[in-house]
Structure formats: C-alpha cells, structure tokens
C-alpha cells in the first residue's frame, strides 16, 4: 500500500530552523518524482519544492535559499530542510505523490 507519513513539523521562532520527514510506503523516493506542498489557514495549497526522478529541484520563489529538498534512497524517506523561517511559513506541510498527500505536520513560526 502506497502511503506517506509526515513528521518534524513544530512552533519555532522567526529565523529558526526545522527539518521535515517524509516516510515512504509501497514505493521507492529514489524512482519517483515527489513534492512538498503547503496550507496556511483559510488558504488554498501552495507548491513548495519538488524533487524529479533525476536529482533535479525546484522552488518556490518565496523559500529559495532558506529550503532545501532531499531524500533517502536507503532510507526511502523525503526531507524538507527549512531555515531561516519566517511567519508566513505557518502551514500544515504535506508531502505528496501524484495525487496522494500525507496528512500533514504543523508548522509554526512566531514572530
């Protein structure tokens, strides 16, 4: 069964840092092209990074430089490496595959 289980979310103040996991289940972070997304309240999803297949990355402007994506082959787990956080970043952050999402970790940053 094909699953992902966010974790590492947590109240940290503005310039801090926290690191999110992404455990994978039923396939392999290695061979697939997967993402972070996230939901401020009251807000639509918002596209945060993505991984290809290839090693290649992407950002949204508003957290290039401060975020950084990675994963785990042999661990088959997926990272999101979050510094320099500001307020705007409050969200719960979800990891994502095609159209599969986990549930979810909180993150919030207090001015």
């Known amino acids: 069964q094909v699953q992902l289980v966010e974790s590492g979310g947590g109240l940290v103040q503005a310039g801090g840092s926290l690191r999110l996991s992404c455990a994978a289940s039923?396939?392999?972070?290695?061979?697939?092209?997967l993402s972070w997304v996230r939901q401020a309240p009251g807000q639509t999803f918002q596209y945060v990074s993505t991984i290809e297949i290839g090693g290649r990355t992407t950002y949204v402007d508003s957290v290039k430089g401060r975020f950084t994506i990675s994963r785990d082959g042999a661990k088959n787990v997926l990272y999101l490496q979050m510094n320099n956080l500001k307020p705007e970043d409050t969200a719960v952050y979800y990891c994502?595959?095609?159209?599969?999402r986990g549930q979810g970790t909180q993150v919030t940053v207090s001015p």
């Open positions: 994502q595959r095609g159209n599969l």
């Open positions: 039923g396939f392999t972070v290695s061979t697939s092209t």
